[in-house]
C-alpha cells in the first residue's frame, strides 16, 4: 500500500520560494505518475502539475507555468513541487496523489475519482505579506 506524506509548506511573502516534497513509503514512485492537486478556501481543488516516467514531459496548469517545477528523486523515492515567484492566489492546501498503474499525465484532466489512487495528508501554502 502506496503512503504519502507531504511537507514544506508554510507562510512565504509574495515573490518569495517554497519548496514541497512528497515522500512515498510502501511501494516505489517511480511507477506511477504523479501529480500536485491544490485546493483554496471556498474553491474547487486544482490541478497544478504532474509528472512521469512514461510522459515526456511534465504538464502544468497554465497559472504556474514558468513559475513552478515539478522533479523526483526516485533514489529517495520523493517527488518535489519547486514554486518560485509565488503569488498570493497561490495560497491553498497543497496535496501530492499517485495515479492509479496505468494511467498517465495523459490522463490527468480526468475525473480524479477514476484515476487518482492515493492522496497525501495535504500541506498548507500561505502567500501574503
Known amino acids: 500500500q502506496l503512503q504519502l506524506v507531504e511537507s514544506g509548506g508554510g507562510l512565504v511573502q509574495p515573490g518569495g520560494s517554497l519548496r514541497l516534497s512528497c515522500a512515498a513509503s510502501?511501494?516505489?514512485?517511480?511507477?506511477?505518475?504523479i501529480g500536485w492537486f491544490r485546493q483554496a478556501p471556498g474553491k474547487e481543488r486544482e490541478r497544478v502539475t504532474c509528472?512521469?516516467?512514461?510522459?515526456?514531459?511534465?504538464v502544468y496548469t497554465d497559472s504556474v507555468k514558468g513559475r513552478f517545477t515539478i522533479s523526483r528523486d526516485n533514489a529517495k523515492n520523493t517527488v518535489y513541487l519547486q514554486m518560485n515567484s509565488l503569488k498570493p492566489e497561490d495560497t491553498a492546501v497543497y496535496y501530492c496523489?499517485?495515479?492509479?498503474?496505468?494511467?498517465?499525465?495523459?490522463?490527468?484532466?480526468?475525473?480524479?475519482?477514476?484515476?487518482?489512487?492515493?492522496w497525501g495528508q495535504g500541506t498548507q501554502v500561505t502567500v501574503s505579506s
Open positions: 496523489a499517485a495515479l492509479w498503474s496505468g494511467y498517465f499525465c495523459s490522463d490527468f484532466h480526468r475525473d480524479v475519482d477514476l484515476v487518482v489512487g492515493y
Open positions: 510502501g511501494s516505489a514512485l517511480e511507477h506511477y505518475a
Open positions: 509528472n512521469s516516467i512514461f510522459d515526456s514531459e511534465p
